[in-house]
Each structure stands twice: as structure tokens, then as C-alpha cells.
């Protein structure tokens, strides 16, 4: 079955720079799209980042780009979302998500998600 685990989050203060993992297990990333997405409280869930299924290419939403490097390791079958310079306005759940096939779809159109992972910026 397929199975997505976020970890990597926690406490951290502005300007941190943690990174997130979201290890897959049941399939493989080679034919599937990743997303990587964030819900703040109160908000609805945004998509940040993800990796198309046919060329690998890379997107980032504009508030991330420039800070955020999504990143993936075939080998283990996981993928990571660095985080550089954060601020307070990046706390949020964050989420791994993937579908088969799609070039970086919508929201709705990812089949399986992970279960979050808390990042919390704040001196």
C-alpha cells in the first residue's frame, strides 16, 4: 500500500533553515508527481513546491522561491523540502503528497498525502 511520512519539522527560530523529509514506501517516485504543500491555522492548504512526473522539473510558489529547494533521493525512495531563512509567516503543517503521473496537478488531483509535519518559527 502506498504510504507517505513527513518528518524533519519542529521549534524553530526566524532565519532557521530545517530540512523535511517525506519518505514513500509501496511505490516508487519514478512515474509519480510530488507536491509538498502547507496548511497555517486557520488557512486553507497551499501548494508550495513540486516535481513533475515526465521531466523531473521543479516549480515553487512565489512566496517560497529563492528559500525553499525541494530535492529527492531515489535511492531511499524519499523526498526533501529545505528550508532556508524562515519566518514566522511559514508556520504551518506541512505535506507530501504525490499521484501517478501529472506534471504538478492541483490540490485535488493528488491520490495520497502524508500526515504533516508541524514547523512552528518563533524566537
Known amino acids: 500500500q502506498v504510504q507517505l511520512a513527513e518528518s524533519g519539522g519542529g521549534l524553530v527560530q526566524p532565519g532557521g533553515s530545517p530540512r523535511l523529509s517525506c519518505a514513500a514506501s509501496?511505490?516508487?517516485?519514478?512515474?509519480?508527481?510530488i507536491g509538498w504543500f502547507r496548511q497555517a491555522p486557520g488557512k486553507a492548504r497551499e501548494g508550495i513546491s513540486c516535481v513533475s512526473s515526465s521531466d523531473g522539473s521543479t516549480y515553487y510558489a512565489d512566496g517560497v522561491k529563492g528559500r525553499f529547494t525541494l530535492s529527492r533521493d531515489k535511492a531511499k525512495n524519499t523526498v526533501y523540502l529545505e528550508m532556508n531563512s524562515l519566518k514566522p509567516e511559514d508556520t504551518a503543517v506541512y505535506y507530501c503528497?504525490?499521484?501517478?503521473?501529472?506534471?504538478?496537478?492541483?490540490?485535488?488531483?493528488?491520490?495520497?498525502w502524508g500526515q504533516g509535519t508541524q514547523v512552528t518559527v518563533s524566537s
Open positions: 503528497a504525490t499521484r501517478h503521473g501529472g506534471n504538478c496537478p492541483p490540490r485535488s488531483e493528488y491520490d495520497y
Open positions: 509501496g511505490f516508487s517516485w519514478d512515474y509519480y508527481a
